[in-house]
């Protein structure tokens, strides 16, 4: 093991985000502290880490600018006490700021940097608290105050807040303040403590602070803004909407000594209160808790609770309500002593006594989804026990008449496809651009949506044309430039509805990078910017170029929709994959201009017909405790997320064994360079570091979430499926869940650790050097065979099919490419009508000699896990193909012992005719 005097210290450039910076610069400080405390200040060895720990204090003391622990006071001792050459001293402060830090412990109590024997004890004991007791403490957040002040006056504001502090508040915070807006901006997307921002008049504009890696954060905020011509009384009011924009979820509250004429024309974000020329500490502070326990509260996950403590009698449903079938069985008290008594306290059928109905809520949980709306962005919001298969069949329901014709992503989730069958749509077919390669399909470009809606509008059908429906990010990461396709599809078709399946990225809202491209952030822009005067300038300038123009020429164009463009938008979420919630917590969130009055009573009928009437109060409980931790933490643990994955690719790419047997897949390998404007090839490249991501997000018609990391194991010899199931999980326990022929996904979330990353990063370096060393003892015929399977797997991948079409008995006409997929399904429940098909050679001879074979059913392969063929679907020879080629055990809807179900020529002749 390295001496701490001989540990190299990892650049800047090696970090992707601060907060990783600061956490190791403490422990590299906390090292350097102990080996003083070890080998004294004298000699070679002493001068050197002398001068390490000074280096360590000059790098972290524009960082802790902006933290208030262990706060500038508590940062000029520690360094006093290096000056003095109190090294016992300094090697127990700084070890109890970094036990703090890495524990949070300060979030719970006051660390004391003054030795004693009695704190060193208080302070061993803060590890050993468990969940209960932590439960009991009063959560812990920070305050961002912006002001230019003086020492001095900076002393007096933390006092004059402290001093408003009472044994009743239900919170306790801590005060940091900077001297501008920048600082502010830099401050609330580093220190992911802040809750609230206290913007005061002597507030300035530019930061002085010139550290590349903080200087960074001011990308999130965009190139449209320009600050520099503001004037000094205009800072405060700007602060406020810089900070809504960048942080929508934090409080913000304006001191200005303006006129309240002055103030009221002014874009203040979602400023809470603004205080007049006065200094009322006291109401100051009681806002500042007010507005945090706005988002703290959980209306339901309350009423449970104060629920689970009645005593009730049960003369109804469920023996398990109270546990009482379990505590008085002798037979399954296992369970009881598993699962503990809250939950079968909390069990119940009950829709009164402080609880509600899901179905007709009208109490907590109404208030629950009012507050999950405005977490999200939405103008309502709909909670879902059986997943967001269920929300995506009540959307479509709601929306869908038989007869109207939706453009859907042909690779998406099952449960479209089956919503269509139901809602009786005509389909179309959207096909996305292949990653052949690594048998696994990308997204639809913004010119095919925009082919088939001209295909339609020249057949006079686009009145027809209700919804388009994609997924957003796909289950590889690729995510849609959402705000350009709903513009540039509304410029065609003005009142389109969209519906979003953004399953996989829930956690998005809560990235600053990520939110531009949810569904809900991007239709409140255009809400907003359809309004503005440069859009109608810019329709104006557009309007001869639709009425006059080619096809070609509207594809070539960037479009954009007109002033009286509706707004439709909606957006299905699997809260349970990506944030805290029990399996099965969904929501679906709505920003539509014409829910009230043109969907509102069927999307109530269509939530009626897909959900239980015994929904799971555990479900919505979560639900609700969910929104709370992102609205309060959802910051953090989104950038803690992307950080993790980003360490992930960092440490692929540079090991040297991990390279020769995998291949981790970046932004280029995914997505072709028409649909990346920015150029970015990769996040992080070994020779010249990190990527900013902004760049990218910004422009780009596709982008990468980086939370999602493909490896391609084709060199190891072994398929995706067995990789993951026989080598990841059976030998080293790690659970992943995406693969396609020749990679396997990784997946980081909320809940990802560092530790978690190393074991991983560890045991594919295990797994690398068992490969090395049985390739070395390997004989020829062995390796000859090993490299015979590397081939297959790299090189001889068979190509990804596109959508056929549909046969003519389920189309309208040929000019046109949608299909009556709901006849197609129901017309295979009359077995007389089908056939089964050996999946042989002598198929492609009957296609070959021109005998057209449809589909009787879905086939879907696992994986890839969505459909490729649906009911009514011819089959092509590359479909064929593929299906022949493919080695996965799981496929959907095809039966090995009997072969492909198809129709029989004479039930296609009676449906045509």
Not at 374 to 397: D, E, P
Not at 586 to 597: A, E, L, R, T
Not at 698 to 714: I, K, M, Q
Request: net charge negative.
């Amino acid at each position: 093991m390295n001496k701490p005097s001989d540990v190299k210290l990892s650049s800047i450039g090696d970090y992707y985000s601060a907060t990783q910076l600061r956490a190791d610069r403490w422990s590299a400080l906390r090292e350097t502290a102990e080996a003083l405390g070890r080998h004294g200040i004298d000699g070679r060895q002493g001068k050197t880490l002398l001068a390490e720990a000074e280096r360590l204090f000059a790098a972290l003391e524009p960082i802790e600018r902006y933290w208030a622990f262990p706060g500038h006071a508590g940062f000029e001792h520690l360094r006093r006490l290096l000056a003095t050459r109190a090294i016992t001293d300094l090697s127990t402060a700084v070890q109890r700021v970094a036990r703090a830090l890495a524990t949070g412990a300060y979030r719970r109590r006051t660390i004391p940097l003054m030795t004693s024997e009695a704190d060193v004890e208080d302070y061993e004991d803060e590890a050993s608290l468990g969940p209960e007791a932590r439960a009991l403490g009063r959560p812990y957040f920070e305050v961002l105050i912006v002001d230019g002040v003086t020492d001095h006056q900076e002393k007096w504001l933390r006092q004059s807040l402290q001093r408003m502090r009472r044994v009743e508040d239900s919170f306790v915070y801590e005060p940091v303040v900077v001297p501008s807006i920048e600082d502010a901006l830099i401050a609330i997307l580093f220190n992911h403590n802040v809750q609230a921002v206290v913007v005061r008049p002597g507030v300035t504009l530019k930061s002085k602070n010139e550290l590349p890696i903080l200087k960074q954060y001011l990308n999130r905020v965009g190139d449209d803004e320009d600050v520099d011509g503001l004037q000094p009384h205009e800072y405060g009011p700007e602060a406020c909407r810089l900070i809504a924009k960048v942080r929508p979820e934090l409080d913000a509250y304006l001191v200005t000594d303006r006129s309240a004429e002055d103030i009221a024309g002014m874009d203040l974000g979602r400023c809470r209160r603004v205080f007049y020329n006065q200094e009322d500490f006291l109401e100051l502070h009681l806002n500042i808790l007010r507005g945090v326990n706005r988002r703290y509260k959980t209306p339901f996950f309350t009423a449970l609770k104060e629920y689970s403590k009645q005593p009730t009698g049960v003369f109804h449903a469920m023996p398990i309500s109270r546990g009482k079938s379990i505590s008085r069985s002798h037979w399954i008290q296992d369970m009881g002593a598993f699962y503990g008594p809250n939950i079968f306290l909390a069990e119940t059928s009950a829709t009164s006594g402080g609880l509600d109905s899901l179905l007709e809520p009208r109490g907590p949980i109404k208030e629950a989804q009012e507050l999950a709306a405005r977490a999200f962005g939405a103008k309502h919001t709909f909670f879902a026990t059986n997943g967001t298969s269920t929300c995506n069949k009540i959307v479509v329901q709601a929306l869908v008449r038989p007869g109207d014709i939706v453009l859907v992503d042909r690779d998406c989730h099952k449960s479209h496809h089956y919503g269509m069958v139901l809602a009786g749509a005509n389909v179309v077919y959207m096909d996305s651009y292949p990653l052949n390669d690594y048998s696994m399909y990308g997204a639809v470009p913004i010119r095919e949506i925009k082919h088939h809606l001209l295909r339609l509008r020249a057949a006079g059908k686009l009145d027809r044309v209700r919804m388009i429906l994609l997924t957003n990010c796909t289950f590889d990461g690729l995510v849609y430039n959402v705000e350009r396709v709903m513009e540039e599809c509304l410029a065609i078709k003005k009142d389109l509805v969209f519906l979003w399946d953004e399953a996989w990225f829930a956690f998005a809202r809560f990235g600053p990078t990520y939110r531009q491209r949810t569904a809900m952030h991007a239709a409140d822009t255009l809400r907003t910017s359809v309004k503005s005067g440069g859009y109608a300038e810019r329709w104006q300038e557009q309007r001869a170029l639709m009425e006059e123009g080619s096809d070609d020429d509207i594809l070539d164009a960037r479009l954009v929709p007109p002033p009286d463009a509706r707004i439709r938008v909606y957006a299905t979420q699997s809260t349970h994959k990506t944030l805290t919630s029990l399996r099965q917590g969904s929501m679906i969130h709505v920003q539509d201009q014409d829910f009230k009055g043109e969907v509102e009573a069927a999307f109530h009928e269509a939530y009626m017909t897909h959900t239980s009437t015994s929904p799971n109060y555990q479900i919505i409980a979560s639900l609700d405790v969910g929104r709370r931790q992102v609205e309060l933490e959802g910051f953090e643990f989104v950038q803690r997320q992307v950080e993790s994955a980003m360490a992930i690719r960092r440490a692929i790419s540079t090991h040297p064994l991990l390279k020769k047997y995998f291949k981790l897949l970046t932004a280029g390998d995914m997505i072709p360079e028409p649909y990346r404007e920015s150029g970015v090839q990769s996040y992080y490249d070994p020779e010249q570091g990190w990527t900013d991501i902004w760049e990218s997000w910004s422009s780009d018609e596709f982008v990468l979430d980086a939370t999602r990391v493909t490896l391609a194991v084709g060199g190891t010899g072994w398929d995706g499926d067995t990789f993951k199931t026989k080598v990841l999980m059976d030998k080293y326990g790690i659970q992943i869940n995406k693969t396609s022929r020749n990679t396997v996904l990784f997946m980081t979330n909320i809940g990802t650790t560092r530790s978690s990353v190393a074991y991983l990063i560890e045991v594919l370096v295990e797994i690398a050097k068992e490969l090395e060393e049985l390739l070395d003892d390997a004989s020829k015929m062995e390796r000859r065979s090993f490299d015979r399977r590397v081939a297959s797997l790299v090189q001889e991948v068979p190509p990804l099919p596109d959508f056929s079409r549909f046969h003519d008995a389920f189309r309208a006409g040929s000019e046109t490419p949608e299909g009556d997929i709901r006849s197609a399904f129901f017309l295979a429940y009359d077995e007389d009508n089908c056939d089964y098909l050996e999946l042989d050679g002598s198929l492609l001879d009957r296609l070959s000699a021109g005998e057209e074979l449809v589909s009787a059913s879905f086939i879907i392969p696992y994986p890839p896990g969505f459909p490729i063929l649906v009911p009514g679907q011819v089959i092509s020879p590359e479909i064929l193909t593929f299906m022949r080629a493919l080695d996965v055990s799981e496929i959907h809807g095809y039966r090995p012992d009997l072969g492909l179900r198809v129709f029989t020529p004479e039930a296609l002749a009676r449906v045509t005719d």
